[in-house]
Nanobody
Framework: QVQLVESGGGLVQPGGSLRLSCAAS?????MGWYRQAPGKEREFVAV???????NFADSVKGRFTIARDNAKNAVYLQMNSLKPEDTAVYYC?????????WGQGTQVTVSS
């Protein structure tokens, strides 16, 4: 069983920045982030794979970056130039041997 612990959400003004962190209980090569806004389905945000290849949703390209710290089994989502439409619960995702694991979610609210 893989445990994922997220941190770093909060309230930020439009144009601001936040960094989300996710620590896994074991090393996982494919880790990423999804988000779910009220009344909407959960959607893909970003992923970092083996070899540190990355992929982003079109809505966040150029504003968000993703990075990992292998020593800490952690992945980070740096979110810049935040917009109100980025408001959502953000979930850390890890995929291991074809099985998806999820964190508990952390709220990000972008509002003035």
């Amino acid at each position: 069983q893989v445990q994922l612990v997220e941190s770093g959400g909060g309230l930020v003004q439009p144009g601001g920045s936040l960094r989300l962190s996710c620590a896994a209980s074991t090393r996982i090569f494919s880790m990423g982030w999804y988000r779910q806004a009220p009344g909407k389905e959960r959607e893909f945000v970003a992923v970092i794979n083996r070899g540190d290849s990355t992929n982003f949703a079109d809505s966040v390209k150029g504003r968000f970056t993703i990075a990992r710290d292998n020593a800490k089994n952690a992945v980070y989502l740096q979110m810049n130039s935040l917009k109100p439409e980025d408001t959502a619960v953000y979930y850390c995702n890890a995929r291991l041997m074809g099985v998806d694991y999820w964190g508990q979610g952390t709220q990000v609210t972008v509002s003035s």
